[in-house]
C-alpha cells in the first residue's frame, strides 16, 4: 500500500453548520493548498497566455498539466532532463496531472480498448499508441507532479448502464494496477477516480470500492461530459458523502460558479476547468457571476473597470473599452488580460466561499448559488 502519509496530509478547519462544506489545508511536498480552491488548467505546462508570476498574482496555488499532451509533446524525457514539471515550467507550487484518460477516450474514432489498456493512434503524428495503466504512471513519475491521478475508463454520455458498469469496473481493476506501478508514493500522491456515469448506485459502489484501497485522496471524474448540469449536483451529492473526510475531494473538470458553490456544500475541496482562459481567448470576461463579451457594443465607450473589486492586474489599470478594443484587435494583450481576470475570479469566489466556511456565513452569503438553477440561469 501507498506509504503517502509523509508528505501529504489534509487537515479540516472548519465545517458549514447547514451544509457539508467545509474548509481546509492540502498539505504537499512543494507547499500547501487552501481548500476550498479553483485550480487553473494548464495542459501543455502553460496556463495559455500566463507567466507563473501571473498565476500567484492571481491567487493560484496548485495548477494542473495534462499526461497525453505532455507525452505527444515534448515527451516525458524531455522533461524529466529538464528536472521535472516544477522547474520545466517554472511553478515552485504543487502540480497535478491528469492520467490522460479523458483525453483518450474522447478520440471515439481513433482508440481500441482492452482490458490491458488503450490503443490508439497519434492526433499529431498517426503512430500507434498503446496507454496503459503501469504506462500512464510510469510517464506520471517522470513528469514529477506532485499529485499523480489514476488511469480511468471515462464513458461518454449517453451511456447504457451495461457500458458504464463495464467501465466503472474497469477503472477499479486499472486503478490496483496504477498503485503497483507507482514508483514514488512519498513525493506523488496518487489519487483515485470514482465513475459510475449518471448511475448513482454504481458511483456509490465505486467510491466504496476505491475507499478500500486507502489512497491520499479521491477524485470524481466523469462529469461535464454532455450531461445536463443538474446531473452534476445529483452525482456529487450520492457520491461525496462516501469519501473520507481526512482526504481531499477532488471534482474533475466543472469550474462554474453554480456547479462549484452546490459541489461545495457536499463537501468538495478542489476543481479545474479550461473555462477561464477559453473564454479570455474568445474575448469573454466572467464578472460576479456572469459571462461578458467584450467584442458587444456597449464597452465600446465604456471606461470603468471591468470589475472595479478584483485586484487583477487588467482590471487595476485599464478600462472595459481599451480590453473591448484589444479583443476587437485580436492583441494578444486582450487575451492575456481577460484570461488573468477570468483565472483571478474564479480563484476568488473560492477564496470567498472558504472565508465564509470559516465564519459559518457559507449558508446565508451564498445561498443564491445553492438553489436548483432554472433553465434560464443555466
Known amino acids: 500500500m501507498q506509504q503517502h502519509k ?16 467545509r474548509a481546509g489545508v492540502f498539505t504537499t511536498p512543494h507547499g500547501w493548498v487552501e481548500t476550498p480552491r479553483f485550480m487553473p488548467v494548464g495542459t501543455l505546462a502553460t496556463v495559455k497566455t500566463l507567466t507563473p508570476e501571473q498565476l500567484k498574482a492571481a491567487g493560484s496555488q496548485m495548477v494542473l498539466a495534462n499526461t497525453y499532451h505532455l507525452h505527444l509533446q515534448p515527451g516525458e524525457d524531455i522533461v524529466k532532463q529538464a528536472g521535472g514539471l516544477h522547474r520545466f515550467m517554472g511553478w515552485q507550487g504543487p502540480i497535478l496531472t491528469d492520467s490522460g484518460g479523458f483525453q483518450v477516450f474522447s478520440l471515439s474514432q481513433l482508440r481500441t480498448i482492452t482490458e490491458e489498456g488503450v490503443m490508439f493512434r497519434s492526433p499529431r503524428d498517426g503512430r500507434m499508441i498503446n496507454l496503459t495503466p503501469e504506462r500512464s504512471i510510469e510517464i506520471q513519475n517522470a513528469l514529477g507532479a506532485d499529485v499523480i491521478m489514476a488511469f480511468d475508463e471515462c464513458p461518454p454520455y449517453p451511456a447504457e448502464r451495461s457500458e458504464v458498469e463495464a467501465a466503472t469496473e474497469r477503472t477499479y481493476r486499472w486503478l490496483k494496477r496504477c498503485i503497483e506501478a507507482h514508483a514514488r508514493p512519498v513525493d506523488q500522491a496518487l489519487f483515485g477516480i470514482v465513475q459510475g456515469g449518471v448511475y448513482l448506485d454504481l458511483r456509490r459502489a465505486a467510491a466504496q470500492s476505491l475507499v478500500s484501497l486507502d489512497l491520499p485522496g479521491y477524485a470524481i471524474g466523469g462529469v461535464s461530459v454532455g450531461e445536463p448540469a443538474e446531473f452534476i449536483h445529483q452525482i456529487v451529492e450520492a457520491t461525496a458523502p462516501y469519501l473520507p473526510v481526512d482526504k481531499p475531494r477532488y471534482l474533475m473538470g466543472v469550474g462554474t460558479y453554480r456547479e462549484m458553490a452546490r459541489a461545495i456544500a457536499s463537501g468538495i475541496d478542489l476543481f479545474d476547468c479550461v473555462i477561464p482562459t477559453r473564454l479570455g481567448r ?4 466572467l464578472v460576479q457571476g456572469e459571462r461578458w463579451n467584450l467584442k458587444n457594443a456597449r464597452f465600446r465607450e465604456d471606461f ?3 470589475d472595479a473589486s478584483c485586484p487583477c492586474y487588467g482590471c487595476q ?8 478594443h484589444l479583443v476587437r484587435c485580436k492583441e494578444v494583450l486582450g487575451y492575456t488580460l481577460l484570461s488573468l481576470h477570468n483565472v483571478t475570479e474564479l480563484i476568488r469566489f473560492t477564496q470567498q466561499i472558504r472565508a465564509a466556511i470559516l465564519s459559518d456565513r457559507f449558508f446565508t452569503e451564498f445561498a443564491h448559488w445553492l438553489d436548483t438553477p432554472t433553465s434560464a440561469q443555466l
Open 6 to 21: 509523509a508528505s501529504f496530509s489534509f487537515q479540516c478547519q472548519a465545517s458549514c453548520s447547514q451544509t457539508k462544506a
Open 282 to 285: 474568445h474575448g469573454a470576461a
Open 304 to 306: 470603468t473597470p471591468l
Open 317 to 324: 489599470n485599464f478600462s472595459r473599452a481599451y480590453l473591448s
